[in-house]
C-alpha cells in the first residue's frame, strides 16, 4: 500500500480528522479538490461555537456537538484560533415562539446543558436596547459564542502538515474502488494511490464518494445560505448573538456578531439542485434586510460590506451519518453545526477506524496568525513593529493588514494560492472598499509569489 489513511476533503471535519491522525509513522494524505484548506463550505457559514444545546437529545449530533464545543474552546486558545464568547438571546416574537421555550429548555438540559435560562422583556430591552419592538422574552444561552471559520481548518491541516500529512490541493477524486485483498484504489488526475484506510469526509460530494463504493445510505441536498455582513460601525447595535426560534427546516435568521468586528444577520435557507449554486438571489437578500430590520432596525442605517453564500450538506436523515465498514469511513450530512462539531467527530472517527491517538497531541499546536478584533493585531504592536517595520507597513487600511502578515501568509506551511485563500489568512480585501484600495499591491504580490513557485 502507498499510504496508510487517505482523506478525502480538507473542510473543516477533513482538516480535523487530518490532525487527530497525524502522527510520526503513519503514512497519511489529505486530499482536496479545490485549491485550498476549507475553502468551500467551511469558509461560509454563521461561524457560531455552538454549546449543542438545541440539538435533538440521544442524536450523535448532540454528542459531537458538544464534546467538540469543548475540545474547540480549549484548543482555540492554544493555537491562536479567535474567539469571542458573546453568549446568545433566543428571542421570542409571538405567543407561539413564547410558548417553544418550555421544550427548548428541556432539550437543552436533556443535552446536559443546565445554564440556559428565561428573561422577561424588560431584562432583554435592557441587555439590548436596539432590538425592535414586540420581543415576548428570550432564553439565554450564556456559553454560545463566535470563533474563526477561516483560521480553525487552517489550524488543523498545518498541525497535521507539520506532523507529516502529505496535503494535496486542486486534487479531485475521480474513482476509488475496494481491493480484493483489502485496502482501497484511488484515482486522482495526478495518478493513483492505494490506502489501507479511506476516509470519505468530502462535505457537498461525500454521497457521490460513497456512491462509487456501492454506498447507498444517504444523498445530500445542498441547502443554500445567505448572509448579510454590515460595515463595522454597526458593531455597537447588539453585545450578544440574537437566535430565532428553530422551526423543522432552520435555526432561522440570526444577527451575530463577527470575531472580525462586524454585524451578520443571516442565513436563509433554500433547498438548491447544483452543489456549486452559490449565487445570492434577489429573493434571499431582500428577505434579510427585512429580518435585519424587524429584528435590529438600525441596521439598515448601516451600509453593507459583503453579502455571502454557504451550501449546507443536508441529507435525508436528521442525524450526522457517519458509520464504519471495513477500513472505510464515511463522515456525511455535516450541517451548520460542522465546525462546532469538527473535532470530536475527529475523535470519534479516529476510534472507529481503530487507530491509537498519537503522540502529536502531547505537544502544543502551532500558534496561528491572528486575524481577529479579540487580541492585538499586528499594527498595533509597537515592539513587533519595532523588531520588523513590514508589520507597520499597512497595505489594507479597511481591515489594517500589513505587509509583514502577506509576507508570513505566503512563507506559512500552507501558503495560499490565490486572493480567496489570501483574504482567509489576513482579512485582506474584506474591508469595507472590498480591495478598491490596495487590489492593485495585493495582486502584484500574489503574481510575485506565483511567479516565485513556477520558477
Known amino acids: 500500500m502507498d499510504r496508510d489513511v487517505v482523506i478525502v476533503g480538507a473542510g473543516v471535519v477533513g482538516a480535523a480528522i487530518a490532525r487527530e491522525l497525524a502522527r510520526p509513522g503513519l503514512d497519511l494524505t489529505l486530499l482536496e479538490a479545490g485549491p485550498d484548506v476549507g475553502a468551500g463550505t467551511s469558509k461560509s457559514n454563521t461561524a457560531l461555537l455552538h454549546t449543542g444545546f438545541d440539538a435533538k437529545p440521544g442524536t450523535l449530533e448532540a454528542r459531537l456537538v458538544a464534546r467538540g464545543f469543548e475540545l474547540l474552546s480549549g484548543y482555540a486558545e492554544l493555537a491562536g484560533i479567535p474567539v469571542e464568547r458573546a453568549g446568545a438571546l433566543l428571542v421570542a416574537w409571538d405567543d407561539e415562539q413564547l410558548g417553544e421555550f418550555a421544550r427548548i429548555v428541556e432539550r437543552a438540559r436533556a443535552n446536559g446543558y443546565q445554564s440556559i ?159 456549486d449554486d452559490t449565487g445570492s438571489t434577489a429573493e434571499g437578500l431582500a428577505y434579510l434586510r427585512a429580518e435585519a430590520g424587524r429584528i435590529v432596525p438600525a441596521l439598515l442605517e448601516h451600509e453593507v460590506t459583503a453579502v455571502y453564500v454557504g451550501l449546507r450538506a443536508v441529507t435525508e436523515h436528521a442525524d450526522y451519518q457517519i458509520r464504519f465498514d471495513d477500513g472505510y469511513a464515511y463522515v456525511g450530512g455535516i450541517r451548520s453545526t460542522g465546525l462546532s462539531a469538527s473535532m470530536a467527530i475527529a475523535e470519534y472517527v479516529r476510534e472507529g477506524l481503530g487507530l491509537p491517538q498519537g503522540p502529536a497531541r502531547d505537544r502544543p499546536p502551532p500558534r496561528m496568525p491572528n486575524i481577529g478584533e479579540g487580541a492585538p493585531r499586528p499594527y498595533q504592536q509597537a515592539e513587533l513593529i519595532d523588531a520588523d517595520p513590514d508589520y507597520g507597513r499597512v497595505v489594507c487600511f479597511c481591515e489594517r493588514v500589513t505587509r509583514g502578515e502577506l509576507r508570513d501568509a505566503f512563507d506559512s506551511p500552507i501558503p495560499p494560492v490565490d486572493l480567496d485563500g489570501l483574504r482567509r489568512r489576513t482579512r485582506v480585501h474584506m474591508g469595507r472598499c472590498q480591495g478598491f484600495f490596495c487590489g492593485a499591491q495585493v495582486a502584484a504580490t500574489l503574481a510575485e509569489h506565483e511567479a516565485g513557485r513556477d520558477a
Open 117 to 275: 435560562r428565561e428573561l422577561g422583556t424588560d431584562e432583554l430591552y435592557r441587555r439590548e436596547p436596539n432590538l425592535g419592538p414586540g420581543a415576548r422574552g428570550a432564553l439565554e444561552v450564556p456559553d454560545e459564542g463566535l470563533v474563526c471559520p477561516f483560521t480553525t481548518p487552517l489550524a488543523f491541516a498545518t498541525e497535521a502538515v507539520l506532523a507529516g500529512c502529505e496535503l494535496r490541493r486542486a486534487t479531485p477524486l475521480v474513482g476509488v474502488e475496494r481491493l480484493a485483498g483489502g485496502g482501497f484504489r484511488v484515482d486522482t488526475p495526478g495518478g493513483r494511490i492505494t490506502t489501507r484506510l479511506l476516509v470519505n469526509a468530502a462535505g457537498l460530494r461525500s454521497d457521490e464518494v460513497d456512491r462509487m463504493l456501492g454506498g447507498e445510505a444517504f444523498a445530500v441536498t445542498p441547502r443554500r445560505g445567505e448572509l448579510i455582513v454590515f460595515d463595522k460601525l454597526s458593531r455597537p447595535l447588539v453585545d450578544s448573538i440574537v437566535l430565532a426560534v428553530p422551526t423543522k427546516v432552520s435555526k432561522g435568521v440570526l444577527v451575530a456578531p463577527t470575531v472580525f468586528g462586524n454585524l451578520m444577520v443571516g442565513p436563509t435557507a433554500v433547498d438548491v439542485e447544483r452543489k
